[in-house]
């Protein structure tokens, strides 16, 4: 299990009137301080730590969660951001001594903009509300987290979200133009704007996928795109991991980049058939999923294209959606994936490295091997196209030696991805969960510069602490 | 200022700005040089540029990767990745001509400043494909933030804080960029409009519409829209035909075809339409696209302002008399946006805001970043800001 640190004692014995004094700023119900309202919130997507907080505050303005961040501030409390807590690095666990700020009440779509394509919204936005607004109209946002039914665009920001798109459309970073962002000292900015690339520090940037350590989001200005004249998928199935790689390098070769290309293993094609009755090919070791986007004649053509390149990598089988509904019968089970593994196994860690494509067959052969040298099982999911990969391992969460197994093995695979040139985490975020990995991928003078950056934006460290960055003895 | 050190080693930098940090001795930060003449002149006794740090250290094309070290001339890499039917995502553009210099510039200028053409629209910005850099922070300390794989949400992106910060957090020695394939052939819709409002909804309806468009500029002397597609060839026929068909009711517009329609971009990228004189000050406005008729309008009320619009109309290429006064009228016209002074003499650079102030509160936390890169506060001094 990974260290929290110890609360401050003066801070839990003045609990009562912390909560006395949140309550005059946010007035109403948006204050929880009850042990039984604040379960909900003790913990998110990472579910094996749990910590109730010391309170919880739902504000419904930007000036409401600036006065709430003033008074942390000034009383030096630890404060904790949360969307909509589906987090699966645990990038929203509380601390025993710390105000969670839920931004949930903030959810409305302030304008849509069709002219400049752009949308602003709160920070409680589901990222599928910001499509739902605008599809009526052809438009859509890009980045579609598998979470994207319940996640909030505010959580997306923190955490610079992904999906299965993001190899043609970009990750949040990609999407957005502007943001209200309130700091620990309670002062509320405006950075970027509803125009690209605003001179000066790349403020944008550095607070997308900043995990909550540098200040909270309280709107969002994100970029909408008309959507294509439609969308097919096909299925390719192949009989070795090896092949099923080599067709990938091959399509990215042949300069094709579909919308999505996904990739699963035989043990994900099997909890998946199980959980959609898509289909699947139940003899394969290796199946993509390849999406184009077009008229019927462009998507005809492309997906003729992907097909004469499987062809050369003998596939067992290969299956073109001819109708929109074959194509949604494709995905049932990708998107479904995390839940058909729930159904074999009821606890999974879901690991969120990423390694050059070009180490797909060995990185995955050693996983299949350390699966069996742990004893536990995995199903691989992943985005093919950009290396980013969703080993998820299987084990029993009431049996604590089971656990500690999983957690080790994850490690394991995550230390494999930074050997071949890879990353700890695509799109999951570091959170609680990779802090104590941070080591491997960085060097200290190098987690030093960016403990410097988020001490420039929050000097006491009260944003979000002991995630991202491994505790120093002294903390 | 003195002849620029160019150490040939990422090691060499590191020790001369270690160095320069204990003496708290400034040290102008450059690439080629080609864009001395933009933002604020730097004041220091010495210059270190990257130029000598040159060379692709690993090309991966099928992982759409490419790394090189800072001072390969942008050319070089274009070169490599068409040799694999690859490009630059961002278009970047080398302004040569524009910034009035014979050097070539390199990857790391290009991504120190952030620069992207016309493709900024549709496939992003120059820093939204920086995968992974190297670079040497103010204590003359070798750093790495990201990697060389596509998506990497590992710690804070300081990526994102280096492309943009014109060598003023670190002396970018490395980058690894995503790349794409080159498009198999592209196409213009050309339609000539009333005026910039016309014009300026013209690319609107096509940016809005389901055909892909990746480039979209207006020409303000005889007003023209300029709408590109690029794909495989027969989608460019498809595509094109289609979108002439939806912007009907603009006009009949002519398609102009790939070879020529890939030289008017570059033209576009290279903001030779702009037909800057070279005493001219050129500055460069981004606002929201239905904002960029009126800020060409107000500049036009102001002083004799020749005017290229890209990016749907957002992105505005302006020229004229490098005076303070048309300086303000810049500063006024993109209070809604943002505003880069790109081209003046030393004078005029160095008495007027380049770039827009910030917000006190914004401004102290550029202070303290800055201090935490760079505690000395040698990197380039005054690039950005007046200190």
């Known amino acids: 299990m990974i260290r929290l640190p110890d609360p401050k004692p003066g801070i839990l014995a003045k609990r009562d009137a912390i909560i006395a004094a949140l309550r005059a700023l946010v007035p109403g119900d948006g204050v929880i301080g009850e042990a039984i309202r604040l379960k909900p919130y003790e913990t998110d997507g990472l579910s094996a730590y749990r910590q109730p907080p010391l309170a919880v505050v739902l504000p419904r303005t930007t000036a409401e969660v600036a006065a709430v961040l003033r008074y942390c501030h000034q009383e030096g409390v630890r404060v904790i951001p949360r969307g909509a807590g589906t987090s699966l690095s645990g990038g929203a666990l509380p601390l025993a001594d710390a105000v969670v700020i839920g931004l949930m009440r903030m959810n409305r779509i302030l304008e849509v903009d069709y002219e400049n394509r752009l949308a602003v919204v709160e920070a409680g936005v589901t990222n599928i509300g910001i499509t739902q607004a605008v599809a009526g109209d052809g438009f859509f946002y890009a980045p579609d987290p598998s979470s994207q039914l319940a996640c909030m665009i505010g959580g997306n920001v923190m955490m610079n979200s992904g999906g299965a798109h993001c190899l043609k459309y970009g990750v949040t970073a990609n999407n957005l133009l502007g943001l209200t962002f309130v700091t620990i000292e309670g002062e509320v900015i405006r950075i970027g704007g509803e125009h690209l690339d605003a001179a000066g520090y790349d403020w944008l940037g550095i607070v997308t996928g900043s995990e909550g350590q540098l200040g909270l989001v309280t709107e969002v200005t994100v970029r909408i795109l008309r959507g294509p004249e439609g969308a097919r998928a096909m299925l390719a199935a192949f009989n070795g991991i090896e092949v099923a790689g080599a067709a990938v390098d091959a399509i990215i070769g042949a300069g094709v980049i579909p919308v999505a290309l996904e990739f699963m293993d035989r043990p994900c094609i099997h909890a998946c058939e199980a959980f959609a009755h898509a289909g699947y090919p139940l003899d394969a070791e290796a199946m993509l999923i390849i999406e184009v986007e077009g008229s019927v004649a462009e998507q005809d053509a492309l997906l003729g294209r992907i097909r004469d390149i499987c062809a050369r990598f003998d596939p067992i089988s290969m299956k073109v959606a001819q109708t929109p509904e074959e194509s949604l019968a494709i995905w049932k089970g990708r998107k479904g994936a995390f839940g058909a593994v729930g159904r074999i196994s009821p606890d999974y860690l879901c690991m969120d490295g990423t390694i050059p494509t070009g180490e797909l067959p060995r990185v995955l052969k050693r996983i299949g091997e350390m699966s069996a040298e742990y004893g536990l099982q995995v199903a691989n999911v992943f985005h093919a196209g950009d290396g980013n990969l969703h080993p998820l391992i299987m084990f029993d969460a009431n049996d604590p030696e089971s656990f500690h197994k999983a957690e080790t093995f994850g490690a394991d695979i995550l230390k494999l991805c930074v050997e071949v040139g890879g990353c700890l985490t695509g799109e999951h975020g570091v959170g609680i969960e990779k802090r104590d990995l941070m080591t491997v991928q960085f060097t200290e003078a190098e987690l030093d510069q960016q403990r410097a950056v988020k001490t420039a934006f929050d000097p006491q460290w009260l944003l979000n602490p002991a995630k991202v960055f491994p505790l120093k003895d002294a903390a | ?387």
């Open chain 2, 1 to 387: 200022m003195s002849a620029a050190l160019t150490p040939g080693n990422e090691a060499a930098i590191a020790a001369l700005v270690a160095e320069a940090a204990r003496h708290a001795e400034p040290i102008a930060v450059e690439g080629a040089g080609t864009k001395r003449a933009m933002l604020r002149p730097v004041q220091a006794a010495r210059t270190i540029s990257t130029r000598a740090l040159s060379g692709i250290t690993l090309h991966r094309p099928t992982e759409l990767i490419i790394s090189a070290r800072a001072g390969t001339p942008l050319a070089e890499i274009e070169a490599a990745l068409a040799a694999k039917g690859q490009m630059l995502i961002a278009e970047t553009p080398h302004l040569t001509t524009l910034m009035g210099v014979e050097a070539a510039p390199t990857i790391g200028g290009a991504v120190a400043a952030n620069l992207s053409g016309p493709r900024r629209i549709s496939g992003g910005a120059m820093r939204d494909h920086v995968m992974g850099i190297r670079f040497v922070n103010g204590s003359g300390e070798v750093l790495r933030s990201g990697g060389r794989v596509l998506k990497n949400v590992t710690g804070l992106d300081l990526c994102k804080l280096l492309a943009g910060s014109h060598g003023t957090l670190g002396i970018i020695t490395e980058v690894t960029l995503k790349v794409l394939p080159a498009p198999e052939a592209s196409a213009t819709l050309s339609l000539p409009v009333p005026d910039l409002e016309t014009g300026r909804r013209v690319l609107s309806a096509g940016l809005g519409s389901p055909f892909g468009v990746t480039g979209a500029a207006l020409l303000a002397d005889a007003p023209r829209a300029l709408l590109r597609i690029e794909d495989f060839s027969d989608s460019v026929a498809y595509r094109s035909e289609k979108l002439r068909e939806t912007l009907a009711e603009f006009g009949d517009a002519e398609i102009v075809p790939d070879a020529e329609s890939r030289a008017l971009w570059l033209a576009v990228r290279e903001a030779t339409p702009l037909g800057a004189a070279p005493s001219d000050a050129i500055w460069r406005v981004s606002v929201k696209p239905t904002e960029g008729p009126r800020v060409a309008a107000e500049l036009r009320a102001a002083f004799d302002a020749k005017l290229l619009l890209d990016w749907g109309g957002g992105l505005i290429w302006i020229a004229g008399p490098a005076t303070e006064g048309a300086h303000a009228a810049v500063m006024h016209a993109a209070d809604r946006g943002t505003f880069t002074l790109f081209r003046a003499p030393d004078a005029l650079r160095a008495a007027v805001a380049v770039i827009p102030p910030e917000p006190p509160p914004l401004a102290a936390i550029a202070r303290r970043v800055k201090a935490a890169l760079d505690p000395a506060g040698i990197l380039n001094p005054g690039r950005m800001r007046a200190a």
